[in-house]
């Protein structure tokens, strides 16, 4: 089954710990993508990557970093320079283009007290 | 610049209403448009898409109409279930970029 993982499915952190959210994908999609939601808010995007060894900043990558060293996977770490790091966490892939259909997967929500 | 903007919601309807979600664009250049369902708790679905003026996206009995002229890509559905209760994002796609809507949640009866 092709697909996109996203592991663990909720997480719970200690403030000042970092924590890395896992991407997975065998869909053999160039591009990869993080988003952040927050309650009753669209969607905002972190950090993306168009190939291996590569990625962009997005609107809000302060306080985040990101790998890309396979082309599978785009782990994601929250750091504990981010200030509100308490949300819903999305990975999304695209086939090609940045302006084509968006793939997600099922999300990690993320706790941090 | 480039985005999208889409009815607030919330919106509350009895199974059998007809749905229209409203959401209109503002783009340079040719995007392609795209419907998301979020299902809660859950990751993001395409819906549906168009990907030029005047294409009809549809799947699952919803539908929506690229129309240039009025800048608009409205979801619509002739009768809603339950099971359609979720949150819909419009999206727009163009310029090496990609736009999401804030998303209108819907909540359907019996």
């Known amino acids: 089954d092709g697909g996109i993982t996203q592991s663990p499915k909720y997480l719970f952190r200690k403030e000042g710990q970092n924590v890395t959210l896992s991407c997975e994908q065998n869909?053999?999609?160039?591009?990869m993508y993080w988003y952040r939601q927050d309650p009753g808010q669209g969607l905002r995007l972190i950090y993306y990557?168009?190939?291996?060894?590569?990625?962009q900043k997005g609107d809000i990558a302060e306080g985040y970093s990101v790998s890309r060293e396979k082309k599978e996977s785009f782990p994601l770490t929250v750091t504990s320079a981010q200030k509100n790091p308490t949300a819903f966490y999305l990975c999304?892939?695209?086939?090609?283009?940045?302006?084509?259909?968006?793939?997600f997967g099922p999300g990690t929500r993320l706790t941090v007290t | 610049g480039d985005s999208v903007t889409q009815m607030e919601g919330p919106v509350t309807l009895s199974e059998e209403a007809f749905l229209t979600i409203n959401c209109t664009y503002t783009?340079?250049?040719?995007?392609?448009l795209f419907w998301y369902v979020q299902y809660p708790g859950e990751g993001l679905q395409l819906l549906l898409k168009?990907?030029?003026?005047?294409d009809k996206g549809s799947n699952k009995g919803f539908e929506a109409t690229y129309r240039k002229e009025t800048t608009s890509f409205h979801l619509e559905k002739g009768s809603v279930q339950v099971s359609d209760s979720a949150v819909y994002f419009c999206?727009?796609?163009?310029?090496?970029?990609?736009?999401f809507g804030t998303g209108t949640s819907l909540t359907v009866i019996p």
């Open positions: 869909l053999n999609h160039d591009a």
């Open positions: 168009a990907t030029k003026a005047d």
């Open positions: 990557s168009q190939i291996v060894n590569d990625f």
């Open positions: 999206a727009l796609g163009v310029a090496n970029q990609f736009y």
């Open positions: 783009a340079t250049g040719y995007p392609s």
């Open positions: 999304a892939t695209t086939e090609g283009g940045l302006t084509d259909e968006q793939y």
